[in-house]
DNA sequence: GGTGCCATGTGTACAATGTCTACAATCACA
DNA sequence: TGTGATTGTAGACATTGTACACATGGCACC
Protein backbone atom coordinates (compact mmCIF):
# COMPACT_ATOMS: atom_id res chain seq x y z
CA UNK A 1 0.00 0.00 0.00
CA UNK A 2 2.78 2.24 0.26
CA UNK A 3 2.98 4.90 -2.43
CA UNK A 4 6.86 5.47 -3.16
CA UNK A 5 7.66 7.61 -5.47
CA UNK A 6 8.04 5.96 -8.83
CA UNK A 7 11.60 7.01 -9.40
CA UNK A 8 14.21 6.16 -6.57
CA UNK A 9 15.42 9.85 -6.80
CA UNK A 10 19.20 9.70 -8.46
CA UNK A 11 20.64 12.24 -6.88
CA UNK A 12 21.63 11.86 -3.34
CA UNK A 13 19.98 15.25 -1.88
CA UNK A 14 15.99 15.12 -2.12
CA UNK A 15 15.82 18.91 -3.54
CA UNK A 16 12.65 19.71 -1.43
CA UNK A 17 12.24 17.18 1.17
CA UNK A 18 10.57 19.16 3.67
CA UNK A 19 7.88 20.24 1.00
CA UNK A 20 7.45 16.86 0.05
CA UNK A 21 6.51 15.88 3.67
CA UNK A 22 4.29 18.25 4.05
CA UNK A 23 2.70 17.80 1.10
CA UNK A 24 2.13 13.92 2.06
CA UNK A 25 1.34 14.98 5.82
CA UNK A 26 -1.82 16.75 3.51
CA UNK A 27 -2.65 13.74 1.69
CA UNK A 28 -2.75 11.44 5.03
CA UNK A 29 -4.89 14.45 7.27
CA UNK A 30 -6.94 14.89 4.06
CA UNK A 31 -7.83 11.23 4.62
CA UNK A 32 -8.13 10.51 8.52
CA UNK A 33 -7.35 13.91 10.31
CA UNK A 34 -4.59 14.66 12.71
CA UNK A 35 -4.16 10.92 14.06
CA UNK A 36 -3.46 9.79 10.20
CA UNK A 37 -0.33 11.82 9.29
CA UNK A 38 2.16 9.65 10.45
CA UNK A 39 5.63 10.13 9.86
CA UNK A 40 7.30 7.19 8.84
CA UNK A 41 4.63 7.43 6.00
CA UNK A 42 5.41 10.23 4.39
CA UNK A 43 9.31 9.56 4.74
CA UNK A 44 8.15 6.31 2.61
CA UNK A 45 5.67 8.66 0.02
CA UNK A 46 8.95 10.44 -0.22
CA UNK A 47 11.45 7.92 -0.99
CA UNK A 48 13.39 8.46 2.06
CA UNK A 49 14.38 7.01 4.89
CA UNK A 50 11.94 7.68 7.97
CA UNK A 51 14.87 9.47 10.39
CA UNK A 52 15.42 11.71 7.04
CA UNK A 53 12.94 13.42 8.38
CA UNK A 54 14.37 14.49 11.55
CA UNK A 55 16.82 17.12 9.71
CA UNK A 56 13.30 19.35 8.96
CA UNK A 57 11.51 18.67 12.13
CA UNK A 58 12.44 18.19 15.47
CA UNK A 59 9.33 15.66 15.46
CA UNK A 60 6.17 14.09 14.70
CA UNK A 61 4.39 17.41 16.14
CA UNK A 62 6.78 19.91 14.44
CA UNK A 63 5.59 17.99 10.87
CA UNK A 64 1.63 17.85 12.17
CA UNK A 65 2.56 21.69 12.78
CA UNK A 66 3.62 22.32 9.28
CA UNK A 67 0.86 20.04 7.74
CA UNK A 68 -1.90 22.17 10.20
CA UNK A 69 -0.50 25.26 8.65
CA UNK A 70 -0.84 24.26 5.20
CA UNK A 71 -3.94 23.00 5.68
CA UNK A 72 -5.17 26.46 7.21
CA UNK A 73 -4.04 27.64 3.77
CA UNK A 74 -6.44 25.34 2.24
CA UNK A 75 -8.83 26.72 4.19
CA UNK A 76 -8.16 30.20 3.21
CA UNK A 77 -8.56 29.34 -0.23
CA UNK A 78 -12.06 27.67 0.38
CA UNK A 79 -13.39 31.13 2.43
CA UNK A 80 -11.45 33.69 -1.03
CA UNK A 81 -14.07 31.46 -2.82
CA UNK A 82 -17.30 32.19 -1.34
CA UNK A 83 -16.05 35.43 -0.48
CA UNK A 84 -15.80 36.30 -4.37
CA UNK A 85 -18.75 34.20 -5.20
CA UNK A 86 -20.81 35.83 -2.38
CA UNK A 87 -19.42 39.59 -3.52
CA UNK A 88 -19.81 39.15 -7.12
CA UNK A 89 -23.39 37.42 -7.20
CA UNK A 90 -26.12 39.62 -5.73
CA UNK A 91 -28.41 36.71 -5.29
CA UNK A 92 -26.76 33.99 -3.23
CA UNK A 93 -27.10 30.75 -4.73
CA UNK A 94 -27.48 27.87 -2.75
CA UNK A 95 -24.87 25.68 -3.93
CA UNK A 96 -23.06 25.96 -7.42
CA UNK A 97 -19.68 25.30 -8.63
CA UNK A 98 -17.10 26.93 -6.37
CA UNK A 99 -15.60 30.51 -8.21
CA UNK A 100 -11.88 30.46 -8.36
CA UNK A 101 -10.27 32.35 -5.47
CA UNK A 102 -10.59 36.09 -6.62
CA UNK A 103 -8.48 38.33 -4.08
CA UNK A 104 -10.40 41.04 -2.42
CA UNK A 105 -8.28 43.88 -1.42
CA UNK A 106 -10.42 44.37 2.56
CA UNK A 107 -10.77 47.72 3.94
CA UNK A 108 -8.37 49.20 5.91
CA UNK A 109 -10.67 50.58 8.74
CA UNK A 110 -8.84 51.40 11.82
CA UNK A 111 -10.94 49.56 14.80
CA UNK A 112 -9.99 48.36 18.10
CA UNK A 113 -7.90 45.27 17.38
CA UNK A 114 -6.86 42.03 19.07
CA UNK A 115 -4.07 41.65 16.93
CA UNK A 116 -1.71 43.86 15.34
CA UNK A 117 -3.85 44.57 12.51
CA UNK A 118 -0.79 46.14 10.50
CA UNK A 119 0.96 42.91 10.13
CA UNK A 120 -0.27 42.70 6.80
CA UNK A 121 0.02 39.17 5.43
CA UNK A 122 0.93 38.63 1.80
CA UNK A 123 2.86 35.64 0.30
CA UNK A 124 2.49 36.54 -3.45
CA UNK A 125 2.18 40.23 -4.13
CA UNK A 126 -1.67 40.93 -3.60
CA UNK A 127 -2.87 41.25 -6.74
CA UNK A 128 -4.51 45.32 -6.83
CA UNK A 129 -8.09 44.86 -7.28
CA UNK A 130 -10.59 47.79 -7.17
CA UNK A 131 -12.67 46.32 -4.12
CA UNK A 132 -16.46 47.02 -3.66
CA UNK A 133 -15.53 48.61 -0.51
CA UNK A 134 -12.60 50.16 -1.36
CA UNK A 135 -14.46 53.31 0.33
CA UNK A 136 -15.02 53.98 4.23
CA UNK A 137 -18.78 53.14 3.94
CA UNK A 138 -19.48 50.24 1.97
CA UNK A 139 -22.84 48.90 1.14
CA UNK A 140 -24.39 47.06 4.58
CA UNK A 141 -25.69 44.35 2.06
CA UNK A 142 -22.46 43.73 0.61
CA UNK A 143 -20.77 43.71 3.81
CA UNK A 144 -23.29 41.47 5.38
CA UNK A 145 -23.00 38.86 2.63
CA UNK A 146 -19.50 38.99 2.91
CA UNK A 147 -19.78 38.21 6.80
CA UNK A 148 -21.67 35.52 5.79
CA UNK A 149 -19.95 34.08 2.80
CA UNK A 150 -16.96 34.05 5.07
CA UNK A 151 -18.72 31.35 7.43
CA UNK A 152 -20.39 29.25 4.71
CA UNK A 153 -16.71 29.30 3.12
CA UNK A 154 -15.27 27.63 6.71
CA UNK A 155 -17.96 25.47 7.41
CA UNK A 156 -17.81 24.14 3.36
CA UNK A 157 -14.46 23.55 3.91
CA UNK A 158 -14.92 21.55 7.25
CA UNK A 159 -17.67 19.60 5.55
CA UNK A 160 -15.69 18.93 2.27
CA UNK A 161 -12.40 18.42 3.58
CA UNK A 162 -13.05 17.11 7.74
CA UNK A 163 -9.79 15.65 7.97
CA UNK A 164 -8.10 18.75 6.78
CA UNK A 165 -10.38 21.07 8.90
CA UNK A 166 -9.48 18.91 11.93
CA UNK A 167 -5.70 18.95 11.13
CA UNK A 168 -6.15 22.92 10.42
CA UNK A 169 -8.06 23.90 13.54
CA UNK A 170 -7.64 21.70 16.12
CA UNK A 171 -3.79 21.49 16.56
CA UNK A 172 -2.61 23.70 19.78
CA UNK A 173 -1.87 26.97 18.44
CA UNK A 174 -1.59 30.45 19.45
CA UNK A 175 -3.60 33.12 18.25
CA UNK A 176 -0.52 35.11 17.76
CA UNK A 177 0.43 32.99 14.87
CA UNK A 178 -2.97 33.43 13.66
CA UNK A 179 -1.72 35.74 10.64
CA UNK A 180 1.53 33.68 10.07
CA UNK A 181 2.39 33.96 6.32
CA UNK A 182 2.78 30.50 6.59
CA UNK A 183 -1.54 29.62 7.28
CA UNK A 184 -2.05 32.34 4.15
CA UNK A 185 -3.80 31.31 1.14
CA UNK A 186 -2.99 32.16 -2.10
CA UNK A 187 -4.62 35.67 -2.23
CA UNK A 188 -1.76 36.29 0.59
CA UNK A 189 -4.87 36.32 3.50
CA UNK A 190 -5.07 34.07 6.33
CA UNK A 191 -8.57 32.84 7.57
CA UNK A 192 -8.35 34.67 10.64
CA UNK A 193 -7.73 37.65 8.27
CA UNK A 194 -10.33 37.19 5.79
CA UNK A 195 -12.56 36.77 8.94
CA UNK A 196 -11.05 39.91 10.65
CA UNK A 197 -11.40 41.79 7.06
CA UNK A 198 -15.05 41.14 6.30
CA UNK A 199 -15.84 42.17 10.71
CA UNK A 200 -13.72 45.41 9.92
CA UNK A 201 -16.34 46.07 6.50
CA UNK A 202 -19.18 44.70 8.94
CA UNK A 203 -18.58 47.42 11.62
CA UNK A 204 -17.87 50.02 8.66
CA UNK A 205 -21.08 49.57 7.18
CA UNK A 206 -22.89 50.48 10.53
CA UNK A 207 -24.50 47.39 10.81
CA UNK A 208 -21.94 46.63 13.66
CA UNK A 209 -21.79 48.95 16.80
CA UNK A 210 -18.08 49.86 16.83
CA UNK A 211 -18.49 49.22 21.00
CA UNK A 212 -19.01 45.69 20.13
CA UNK A 213 -16.07 45.29 17.03
CA UNK A 214 -13.69 44.46 19.68
CA UNK A 215 -12.83 40.78 19.56
CA UNK A 216 -15.61 40.44 17.68
CA UNK A 217 -13.27 37.53 15.43
CA UNK A 218 -13.37 35.30 18.29
CA UNK A 219 -17.42 35.13 18.88
CA UNK A 220 -18.01 34.61 15.77
CA UNK A 221 -15.93 32.37 14.80
CA UNK A 222 -16.89 29.99 17.95
CA UNK A 223 -20.24 30.05 16.73
CA UNK A 224 -18.93 28.59 13.51
CA UNK A 225 -16.20 26.85 14.47
CA UNK A 226 -18.45 25.09 16.86
CA UNK A 227 -20.90 24.11 15.08
CA UNK A 228 -17.93 22.68 12.02
CA UNK A 229 -16.58 20.44 15.22
CA UNK A 230 -19.66 19.06 16.30
CA UNK A 231 -20.77 18.47 12.52
CA UNK A 232 -17.60 16.43 11.57
CA UNK A 233 -16.21 15.29 14.82
CA UNK A 234 -18.45 15.11 17.70
CA UNK A 235 -22.05 13.92 18.87
CA UNK A 236 -23.82 15.82 15.46
CA UNK A 237 -22.17 13.84 12.92
CA UNK A 238 -24.85 11.82 11.13
CA UNK A 239 -26.68 15.18 10.69
CA UNK A 240 -28.15 15.04 7.04
CA UNK A 241 -26.84 17.46 4.44
CA UNK A 242 -29.69 20.06 4.67
CA UNK A 243 -30.09 20.10 8.58
CA UNK A 244 -26.60 20.97 8.24
CA UNK A 245 -27.55 23.17 5.89
CA UNK A 246 -29.97 24.74 7.92
CA UNK A 247 -28.03 24.65 10.59
CA UNK A 248 -25.61 26.65 8.89
CA UNK A 249 -28.23 29.16 8.01
CA UNK A 250 -29.08 29.55 11.59
CA UNK A 251 -26.39 29.45 13.37
CA UNK A 252 -24.88 32.46 10.86
CA UNK A 253 -28.40 34.01 11.43
CA UNK A 254 -27.58 34.10 15.39
CA UNK A 255 -24.20 35.79 14.88
CA UNK A 256 -25.39 38.30 13.06
CA UNK A 257 -27.96 39.10 15.27
CA UNK A 258 -25.75 38.32 18.21
CA UNK A 259 -22.72 39.52 17.80
CA UNK B 1 5.84 5.29 36.33
CA UNK B 2 3.33 2.09 35.88
CA UNK B 3 0.36 2.47 38.40
CA UNK B 4 -0.26 -0.87 38.94
CA UNK B 5 -2.50 -1.63 41.90
CA UNK B 6 -1.32 -2.98 45.00
CA UNK B 7 -2.60 -5.96 45.47
CA UNK B 8 -1.64 -8.75 42.75
CA UNK B 9 -5.32 -9.52 42.82
CA UNK B 10 -5.88 -12.82 44.10
CA UNK B 11 -8.68 -14.22 42.75
CA UNK B 12 -8.80 -14.91 39.20
CA UNK B 13 -11.23 -12.73 37.84
CA UNK B 14 -10.89 -8.95 38.25
CA UNK B 15 -14.61 -8.29 39.28
CA UNK B 16 -14.82 -5.66 37.53
CA UNK B 17 -12.50 -4.71 34.91
CA UNK B 18 -14.75 -3.03 32.88
CA UNK B 19 -15.12 -0.73 35.42
CA UNK B 20 -11.23 -0.52 36.37
CA UNK B 21 -9.75 0.09 32.71
CA UNK B 22 -12.63 3.00 32.05
CA UNK B 23 -11.66 4.33 35.29
CA UNK B 24 -8.17 4.21 34.42
CA UNK B 25 -8.51 5.56 30.97
CA UNK B 26 -10.31 7.90 32.37
CA UNK B 27 -7.12 9.27 34.67
CA UNK B 28 -5.12 9.39 31.38
CA UNK B 29 -7.95 11.15 29.51
CA UNK B 30 -7.36 14.00 32.09
CA UNK B 31 -3.88 14.29 31.55
CA UNK B 32 -3.62 14.45 28.05
CA UNK B 33 -7.15 13.90 26.08
CA UNK B 34 -7.94 11.66 23.73
CA UNK B 35 -4.46 10.54 22.44
CA UNK B 36 -3.44 9.71 25.99
CA UNK B 37 -5.96 7.15 26.13
CA UNK B 38 -3.92 3.88 26.23
CA UNK B 39 -5.28 0.41 25.91
CA UNK B 40 -2.39 -1.23 27.77
CA UNK B 41 -1.20 0.98 30.39
CA UNK B 42 -5.47 0.84 31.21
CA UNK B 43 -4.49 -2.47 31.67
CA UNK B 44 -1.30 -2.45 33.47
CA UNK B 45 -2.84 0.04 35.83
CA UNK B 46 -5.97 -2.78 36.25
CA UNK B 47 -3.39 -5.28 36.70
CA UNK B 48 -4.22 -7.07 34.30
CA UNK B 49 -2.51 -8.67 30.99
CA UNK B 50 -3.40 -6.60 27.67
CA UNK B 51 -5.67 -9.08 26.08
CA UNK B 52 -7.89 -9.07 28.76
CA UNK B 53 -9.19 -5.63 27.64
CA UNK B 54 -10.40 -6.93 24.45
CA UNK B 55 -13.15 -9.35 26.72
CA UNK B 56 -14.63 -6.18 27.40
CA UNK B 57 -13.92 -3.74 23.97
CA UNK B 58 -13.81 -4.80 20.79
CA UNK B 59 -10.89 -2.06 20.07
CA UNK B 60 -9.51 0.36 21.64
CA UNK B 61 -11.94 2.67 19.74
CA UNK B 62 -15.05 0.93 21.85
CA UNK B 63 -12.64 2.16 25.34
CA UNK B 64 -12.59 5.62 23.93
CA UNK B 65 -16.01 5.42 23.45
CA UNK B 66 -16.89 4.35 27.04
CA UNK B 67 -14.34 7.21 28.38
CA UNK B 68 -15.87 9.34 26.13
CA UNK B 69 -19.25 8.52 27.37
CA UNK B 70 -17.96 8.67 31.02
CA UNK B 71 -16.29 12.02 30.78
CA UNK B 72 -19.62 13.47 29.40
CA UNK B 73 -21.32 12.66 32.37
CA UNK B 74 -18.57 14.34 34.46
CA UNK B 75 -19.53 17.17 32.17
CA UNK B 76 -23.17 16.90 32.99
CA UNK B 77 -21.89 16.87 36.70
CA UNK B 78 -20.30 20.53 36.42
CA UNK B 79 -23.40 21.63 34.27
CA UNK B 80 -25.63 20.29 36.60
CA UNK B 81 -23.75 22.50 39.77
CA UNK B 82 -23.63 25.48 37.85
CA UNK B 83 -27.30 25.73 37.12
CA UNK B 84 -27.90 24.80 40.74
CA UNK B 85 -25.55 27.62 42.30
CA UNK B 86 -27.40 29.97 39.33
CA UNK B 87 -31.33 29.05 40.29
CA UNK B 88 -30.05 29.39 44.35
CA UNK B 89 -27.96 32.92 43.96
CA UNK B 90 -29.86 35.69 42.39
CA UNK B 91 -26.84 37.84 42.18
CA UNK B 92 -24.43 35.91 39.33
CA UNK B 93 -21.10 35.95 41.65
CA UNK B 94 -18.39 35.71 39.25
CA UNK B 95 -16.62 32.79 40.99
CA UNK B 96 -17.24 30.83 44.36
CA UNK B 97 -16.93 27.29 45.38
CA UNK B 98 -18.96 25.28 43.06
CA UNK B 99 -22.38 23.93 44.73
CA UNK B 100 -23.19 19.96 44.78
CA UNK B 101 -24.93 19.14 42.12
CA UNK B 102 -27.99 19.55 43.22
CA UNK B 103 -31.33 17.97 40.54
CA UNK B 104 -33.52 20.37 39.12
CA UNK B 105 -36.85 18.61 37.34
CA UNK B 106 -37.02 19.97 34.13
CA UNK B 107 -40.40 21.38 32.65
CA UNK B 108 -42.10 19.18 30.31
CA UNK B 109 -43.12 21.99 28.10
CA UNK B 110 -43.82 20.72 24.41
CA UNK B 111 -41.52 21.98 21.65
CA UNK B 112 -40.92 21.03 18.35
CA UNK B 113 -38.22 18.54 19.07
CA UNK B 114 -35.16 17.33 17.20
CA UNK B 115 -35.09 14.52 19.32
CA UNK B 116 -37.81 12.01 21.22
CA UNK B 117 -37.47 14.33 24.72
CA UNK B 118 -39.75 11.92 26.07
CA UNK B 119 -36.58 9.79 26.34
CA UNK B 120 -36.09 10.79 30.08
CA UNK B 121 -33.17 9.68 30.95
CA UNK B 122 -32.89 8.47 35.03
CA UNK B 123 -29.75 6.72 35.66
CA UNK B 124 -30.63 6.88 39.56
CA UNK B 125 -34.34 7.60 40.28
CA UNK B 126 -34.82 11.30 39.89
CA UNK B 127 -35.36 12.79 43.40
CA UNK B 128 -38.53 14.70 43.27
CA UNK B 129 -37.32 17.94 44.15
CA UNK B 130 -39.57 21.48 43.73
CA UNK B 131 -38.29 22.79 40.68
CA UNK B 132 -38.49 26.65 40.59
CA UNK B 133 -39.80 26.10 36.93
CA UNK B 134 -43.06 23.60 37.75
CA UNK B 135 -45.01 25.87 36.81
CA UNK B 136 -46.03 26.70 33.09
CA UNK B 137 -44.77 30.15 33.05
CA UNK B 138 -41.26 30.74 34.92
CA UNK B 139 -40.03 34.17 35.77
CA UNK B 140 -37.65 34.82 32.26
CA UNK B 141 -35.15 35.81 34.63
CA UNK B 142 -34.60 32.14 36.00
CA UNK B 143 -34.85 30.84 32.36
CA UNK B 144 -31.85 33.19 31.66
CA UNK B 145 -30.02 32.87 34.24
CA UNK B 146 -30.63 29.00 33.74
CA UNK B 147 -29.47 29.13 30.23
CA UNK B 148 -26.16 31.36 31.19
CA UNK B 149 -25.67 28.66 33.66
CA UNK B 150 -25.47 25.81 31.43
CA UNK B 151 -23.04 27.38 29.43
CA UNK B 152 -20.99 28.70 31.56
CA UNK B 153 -20.62 24.97 33.55
CA UNK B 154 -19.65 23.89 29.63
CA UNK B 155 -17.17 26.36 29.48
CA UNK B 156 -15.91 25.78 33.19
CA UNK B 157 -15.49 21.79 32.82
CA UNK B 158 -13.31 22.53 29.19
CA UNK B 159 -11.41 24.98 31.27
CA UNK B 160 -11.11 23.26 34.56
CA UNK B 161 -10.54 19.51 32.85
CA UNK B 162 -9.64 20.19 29.21
CA UNK B 163 -8.18 16.61 28.82
CA UNK B 164 -11.81 15.38 29.80
CA UNK B 165 -13.52 17.73 27.49
CA UNK B 166 -12.07 16.62 24.40
CA UNK B 167 -12.28 13.08 25.15
CA UNK B 168 -16.18 13.54 25.79
CA UNK B 169 -16.93 15.69 23.32
CA UNK B 170 -14.62 15.19 19.85
CA UNK B 171 -14.93 11.73 19.59
CA UNK B 172 -17.13 10.86 17.26
CA UNK B 173 -20.81 9.78 18.14
CA UNK B 174 -24.07 10.63 17.01
CA UNK B 175 -26.59 13.02 18.42
CA UNK B 176 -29.10 9.83 18.95
CA UNK B 177 -26.99 8.67 21.42
CA UNK B 178 -27.06 12.29 23.26
CA UNK B 179 -29.17 10.89 25.90
CA UNK B 180 -27.53 7.67 26.33
CA UNK B 181 -28.17 6.43 30.07
CA UNK B 182 -24.31 6.09 30.22
CA UNK B 183 -23.55 9.85 30.12
CA UNK B 184 -25.91 10.87 32.27
CA UNK B 185 -24.71 12.57 35.29
CA UNK B 186 -25.86 11.77 38.65
CA UNK B 187 -28.85 13.92 38.70
CA UNK B 188 -29.76 11.59 35.91
CA UNK B 189 -29.71 13.80 33.07
CA UNK B 190 -26.99 14.26 29.80
CA UNK B 191 -25.37 17.26 29.01
CA UNK B 192 -27.69 17.63 26.02
CA UNK B 193 -30.64 16.53 28.34
CA UNK B 194 -29.77 19.69 30.50
CA UNK B 195 -28.96 22.11 27.48
CA UNK B 196 -32.52 20.69 26.37
CA UNK B 197 -34.56 21.57 29.25
CA UNK B 198 -32.95 25.17 29.82
CA UNK B 199 -33.86 26.15 26.34
CA UNK B 200 -37.44 24.55 27.29
CA UNK B 201 -37.41 26.91 30.17
CA UNK B 202 -36.61 29.87 28.01
CA UNK B 203 -38.96 29.40 25.69
CA UNK B 204 -41.61 28.44 28.44
CA UNK B 205 -40.65 32.16 29.82
CA UNK B 206 -41.41 33.91 26.77
CA UNK B 207 -37.57 34.75 25.95
CA UNK B 208 -37.22 32.81 22.70
CA UNK B 209 -40.34 33.47 20.07
CA UNK B 210 -42.00 29.39 19.09
CA UNK B 211 -41.23 29.17 16.06
CA UNK B 212 -37.42 29.68 16.76
CA UNK B 213 -36.82 27.03 19.45
CA UNK B 214 -36.56 23.74 17.31
CA UNK B 215 -33.16 22.67 17.40
CA UNK B 216 -32.12 25.69 19.36
CA UNK B 217 -29.75 23.26 20.85
CA UNK B 218 -27.91 22.96 18.41
CA UNK B 219 -27.06 26.91 17.85
CA UNK B 220 -26.80 27.20 21.09
CA UNK B 221 -24.00 24.07 21.76
CA UNK B 222 -22.20 25.58 18.46
CA UNK B 223 -21.59 28.90 20.17
CA UNK B 224 -20.42 27.48 23.44
CA UNK B 225 -18.93 24.56 21.97
CA UNK B 226 -16.78 26.80 19.69
CA UNK B 227 -15.00 28.99 22.32
CA UNK B 228 -14.17 25.41 24.20
CA UNK B 229 -12.37 23.73 21.52
CA UNK B 230 -10.65 27.13 20.54
CA UNK B 231 -9.78 27.70 24.03
CA UNK B 232 -8.32 24.49 24.73
CA UNK B 233 -7.31 22.98 21.89
CA UNK B 234 -6.96 25.79 18.97
CA UNK B 235 -5.88 28.51 17.85
CA UNK B 236 -7.20 30.19 20.87
CA UNK B 237 -5.02 28.57 23.62
CA UNK B 238 -3.02 31.39 25.46
CA UNK B 239 -5.72 33.80 25.91
CA UNK B 240 -5.57 34.94 29.23
CA UNK B 241 -7.87 33.97 31.80
CA UNK B 242 -9.63 36.97 32.27
CA UNK B 243 -9.93 37.47 28.52
CA UNK B 244 -11.53 33.80 27.87
CA UNK B 245 -13.85 35.11 30.93
CA UNK B 246 -14.73 38.34 28.90
CA UNK B 247 -15.35 35.78 25.58
CA UNK B 248 -17.56 33.72 27.48
CA UNK B 249 -19.53 36.23 28.62
CA UNK B 250 -19.79 37.62 24.81
CA UNK B 251 -19.88 34.83 23.47
CA UNK B 252 -23.56 34.24 25.72
CA UNK B 253 -24.67 37.41 25.33
CA UNK B 254 -24.60 36.71 21.76
CA UNK B 255 -26.29 33.61 21.82
CA UNK B 256 -28.93 35.47 23.96
CA UNK B 257 -29.51 37.96 21.39
CA UNK B 258 -29.10 35.59 18.63
CA UNK B 259 -31.05 32.30 19.28
C1' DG C 1 40.95 24.07 -9.00
C1' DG C 2 41.55 21.41 -4.90
C1' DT C 3 39.88 20.63 -0.10
C1' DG C 4 37.48 20.41 3.95
C1' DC C 5 33.03 21.53 6.27
C1' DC C 6 28.50 20.73 7.37
C1' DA C 7 23.79 20.19 5.94
C1' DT C 8 21.33 16.31 4.56
C1' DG C 9 20.28 11.42 4.17
C1' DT C 10 21.30 6.25 5.72
C1' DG C 11 21.61 2.12 8.96
C1' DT C 12 20.78 -0.04 12.94
C1' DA C 13 18.44 -0.35 17.09
C1' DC C 14 14.98 -0.01 20.84
C1' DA C 15 10.88 0.60 23.48
C1' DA C 16 5.83 1.04 22.97
C1' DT C 17 1.53 0.17 21.11
C1' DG C 18 -2.64 -2.31 19.08
C1' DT C 19 -4.12 -6.66 18.09
C1' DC C 20 -4.13 -11.81 16.50
C1' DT C 21 -4.16 -16.84 17.73
C1' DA C 22 -3.84 -20.35 20.96
C1' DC C 23 -4.39 -21.88 25.73
C1' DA C 24 -5.73 -21.91 30.82
C1' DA C 25 -8.52 -21.03 34.86
C1' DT C 26 -12.76 -20.35 36.86
C1' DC C 27 -17.77 -19.69 37.40
C1' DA C 28 -22.56 -21.22 36.59
C1' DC C 29 -25.73 -24.39 36.09
C1' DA C 30 -27.46 -29.22 34.66
C1' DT D 1 -20.19 -33.95 39.08
C1' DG D 2 -19.07 -32.33 35.03
C1' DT D 3 -19.49 -29.52 31.04
C1' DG D 4 -19.74 -25.28 28.56
C1' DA D 5 -19.39 -20.41 28.52
C1' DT D 6 -16.67 -16.40 30.55
C1' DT D 7 -12.75 -14.20 31.51
C1' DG D 8 -7.62 -13.94 31.75
C1' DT D 9 -2.97 -15.45 30.17
C1' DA D 10 1.11 -16.39 26.94
C1' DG D 11 3.48 -15.41 23.16
C1' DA D 12 3.96 -13.25 18.85
C1' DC D 13 3.90 -9.76 15.10
C1' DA D 14 3.69 -5.55 12.44
C1' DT D 15 4.01 -0.69 13.02
C1' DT D 16 5.32 3.60 15.02
C1' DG D 17 8.35 7.42 16.97
C1' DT D 18 12.88 8.34 17.82
C1' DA D 19 18.01 8.01 19.43
C1' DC D 20 22.93 7.37 17.91
C1' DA D 21 26.51 6.66 14.83
C1' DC D 22 27.93 6.98 10.13
C1' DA D 23 27.97 8.20 4.99
C1' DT D 24 27.58 11.53 1.15
C1' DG D 25 28.33 15.31 -1.55
C1' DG D 26 27.43 20.39 -2.69
C1' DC D 27 29.49 24.73 -1.53
C1' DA D 28 32.65 28.08 0.56
C1' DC D 29 37.10 29.25 0.87
C1' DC D 30 42.20 28.93 0.05
Redesign the interface.
Known amino acids: MSTETSTPRATYRHGDLRGALVSAGLAMARAGGP?AVVLREATRQAGVTPNAAYRHFADRGALLRAVSDAAQALAADRMEAEVARATAAPMPVTSATAAPPAPATPPSVAAPALLPRSVVVSAQPPTPVTSPFADAHPEPEQAQRMLRAVGTGYLAFAREEPGLFRVA??????????TSPAKAGAAGRTP?AILSAALDAYAAAGILPPDRRE?AE??A??????????VI???????SDPMVD??TT??L???????
Chains 1, 2 share one sequence.
Not at 171 to 176: N, R
Not at 221 to 230: E, F, P, Y
Open positions: DFSVPDHLAQSFNLYWSAVHGLGMLDGPLRGLAARVDMVERGL
